[in-house]
């Protein structure tokens, strides 16, 4: 499967963004999806995710309350509504991607993903 996120860009602290994530080349519903991120000098760190094809998002602490993740099979895409956004979450998000699905345990966890988009960067001023 290939990914491609969009949707990144520029706010201000409090502002919106939508990601999207297009998949292509296989059936997106197989997959078990995951948004992550990465700053500058940090290691790339989970933001949220889907078990499965059909199961709800899960969160990272930092962001529950402020992100919102959605999935839509029959588009081949997933969408991450970031509200309220803080300096903090400054960085490149990817999608990712992985056949079949993850226990909870292991979904925050980027080695667990074969498939990824290129990135698409987040620059929050304050």
């Known amino acids: 499967v290939q990914l491609q996120a969009s949707g990144g860009g520029l706010v201000q602290a409090g502002g919106s963004l939508r990601l999207s994530c297009a998949a292509s080349?296989?059936?997106?519903?197989?997959?078990?999806v995951g948004w992550f991120r990465q700053a500058p000098g940090k290691e790339r760190e989970f933001v949220s995710g889907f078990r499965s094809s059909n199961s709800a998002a899960h969160y990272a602490e930092s962001v529950k309350g402020r992100f919102t993740a959605s999935r839509d099979n029959a588009k081949n895409t997933v969408y991450l509504q970031m509200n309220s956004l803080k300096p903090e979450d400054t960085a490149v998000y990817y999608c990712?991607?992985?056949?079949?699905?993850?226990?909870?345990?292991?979904?925050?966890?980027?080695?667990?993903?074969?498939?990824w988009g290129q990135g698409t960067q987040v620059t929050v001023s304050s």
């Open positions: 080349g296989s059936t997106f519903s197989r997959y078990t």
């Open positions: 990712a991607a992985r056949l079949g699905y993850l226990i909870l345990s292991t979904l925050g966890r980027a080695m667990n993903y074969d498939y």
